[in-house]
């Protein structure tokens, strides 16, 4: 005969690509203060997360583009603010994990690092919408390794939108391929 079908044997994985995990890193030898609470402000409620005292935001499970996989998203900064759904479990912590149509938004303030595959971003202020992958970033420069130059160029602007994962709008801006 068959082997009798034990339901607790199976689980059910998500399909490759569809949840990203998000971790909380200290970016110097002192720790970050955390402080998490529940917004039911909006509908349906949100997780609102603030850190002080420097911090890293890493964010994996990037989809993946023609150019390949950009890998993990770092942010860098002094201070941030994240606003994501609330799944009742009390806190952001340090490690989560969610879907990757989940909505995670970052409030990032002073000395601003984004890293995301071979584009370098620097600023004062952003905002970064990790479900739709695009950010606003003020007094920012940004550094991005282009193919059909074969090099970097460089853009500093006053503003910088990034409309899509690999499209940007500058204004007030200024570019240069020089290091």
């Known amino acids: 005969g068959e082997p009798e079908f034990d339901p607790r044997t199976i689980q059910i994985q998500p399909p490759p690509g569809t ?8 970016r110097s030898p002192m720790d970050f203060n955390l402080s ?12 609102v997360t603030l850190i ?8 994996e499970g990037v989809q993946t583009n023609e150019l390949g996989d950009l890998g993990t998203i770092s942010l860098a900064a002094d201070r941030m603010v994240l606003w994501t759904l609330d799944d ?3 806190g952001f912590g340090r490690v989560r994990e969610q879907s990757r149509d989940a909505p995670l938004q970052v409030y ?3 000395n601003i690092v984004i ?9 004062s202020r952003a905002f970064y919408d990790a479900r739709d992958e695009r950010a ?20 500093r602007a006053a503003r910088i939108r990034q409309l899509t ?15």
């Open 19 to 26: 949840r990203r995990r998000i971790q909380l890193l200290p």
């Open 165 to 179: 994962r690999d499209k940007f709008h500058a204004s007030n801006a200024w570019t240069t391929n020089s290091p």
């Open 88 to 90: 009742e479990s009390g």
């Open 36 to 47: 998490t609470f529940r917004s039911e402000q909006t509908t349906p409620s949100e997780q």
């Open 115 to 123: 890293r995301q595959g071979q584009t370098n971003v620097r600023a």
């Open 136 to 155: 606003l970033l003020f007094d920012a420069e940004l550094r991005t390794f282009i193919p059909e130059i074969g090099g970097d160029i460089r853009v």
């Open 52 to 59: 002080r005292g420097g911090v890293i935001l890493l964010i």
């Open 108 to 110: 990032l303030e002073g």
